[in-house]
């Protein structure tokens, strides 16, 4: 995780009503409603066409929805079944908002966590949707270009704090997928990534990202757009940031280092390769070193101008990496950086 925050729940992650996120009292469903393609059947549990129904009748005639003409809105059909004035509604919703460029392709269903239940939910709060991004369009979910492993799904980026048009979101990120890969150690760990990773957007507006490991996949939640004011912070671009998520899922989210008695850098268990790994790429552009895990502070005396000194004080973490990590050891060792404290240490 990018900032000091030791635990975040699920809770905090998808928006609660306490964190005044607007998506908060978003309605969700358990499984998809409409004909698919106008023909085929889906699972239709009549609670999820009521919720749809509900959600369009809250939605004016200007933006594809049914508020005037379901002024009480209809009752849903049986369990299975999709009455034929859910279906056609759920169609025009949809073309309504492709002729706009919200949506690229439309089948008349709605989906659980897809993008027109998102925009429905979005609608339905009062938010107004964000604009597509100019020029070509962008898909909304795309594999990275120089790593297919990793997937850019931007379908939530609706849902955030500030929206964010899924196809901005996805243009961004890759963008700064870009950045980094323009370095080679940046390019190294995005290479690396040899499992599955779901690259998604980080809900709130402030300065922070997330990162999970799980047996199946790994998993990304971050927003370049939240860095845009904070470059001069070190360690605070949006490269540095998605980096710092990257060498989390590159050693599977290890949290077992420590703190040293009496020196004021903190990297929370979790955070030591993360901050020190990301230090190296910076240096290599010249850019201002990140102290430890506690906010984004520059890197204190004598620390900053001697990497030396910080892999003596730090002697046992930087064992946990060559024994643990040896190859992300490795690699970072060899990076012709003017700070780098692997270098200097001797298991």
């Not at 759920?90 to 027109?116: A, E, R």
């Not at 490991?213 to 370049?224: E, G, I, K, N, R």
């Not at 230090?279 to 900053?304: C, Q, T, V, W």
Request: glycine share 8%; charged share 20%; with cysteine.
């Amino acid at each position: 995780m990018a900032c000091p925050l030791d635990a975040i729940s699920l809770a905090d992650l998808m928006g609660s009503a306490a964190t005044g996120n607007p998506m908060a009292d978003r309605v969700t469903i358990d499984g998809p409603v409409g004909l698919r393609f106008r023909k085929q059947n889906v699972k239709n549990n009549a609670s999820d066409q009521g919720k749809v129904i509900q959600l369009l009748a809250k939605i004016p005639k200007a933006q594809g929805g049914k508020s005037e003409e379901w002024r009480v809105p209809p009752l849903s059909g049986p369990n299975g079944n999709c009455p034929q004035f859910v279906s056609d509604a759920i169609w025009d919703f949809q073309l309504f908002w492709k002729g706009k460029g919200h949506f690229q392709h439309i089948d008349g269903v709605v989906d659980p966590d897809k993008n027109t239940l998102a925009q429905l939910n979005m609608l339905a709060l009062g938010t107004t949707p964000p604009k597509p991004p100019p020029g070509p369009s962008t898909p909304f979910v795309a594999p990275l270009k120089q790593n297919p492993m990793i997937i850019l799904d931007g379908a939530r980026a609706v849902e955030r704090t500030t929206p964010i048009h899924p196809a901005e979101w996805v243009r961004r990120t890759q963008e700064t997928f870009d950045i980094l890969c323009g370095n080679a150690l940046g390019r190294q760990i995005v290479m690396g990534r040899r499992r599955r990773v779901f690259v998604e957007p980080y809900r709130f507006d402030d300065l922070n990202a997330h990162s999970s490991s799980t047996a199946a996949f790994q998993s990304v939640l971050f927003t370049p757009h939240n860095f845009d004011s904070s470059q001069s912070k070190p360690g605070c671009r949006a490269d540095e940031i998605l980096l710092h998520e990257l060498i989390h899922l590159a050693e599977n989210n290890y949290a077992a280092y420590g703190d040293v008695t009496g020196i004021r850098l903190e990297y929370a268990r979790s955070d030591f390769l993360t901050v020190i790994g990301t230090n190296i790429y910076s240096s290599i552009l010249g850019r201002g070193l990140r102290a430890d895990h506690n906010e984004y502070k520059f890197m204190p005396s004598p620390f900053d101008a001697d990497p030396s000194q910080h892999a003596t004080a730090f002697h046992d973490n930087y064992g946990l990496v060559h024994k643990f990590q040896r190859g992300m050891f490795d690699l970072f060792k060899i990076q012709p950086a003017a700070w780098n404290p692997f270098k200097f240490h001797t298991p």
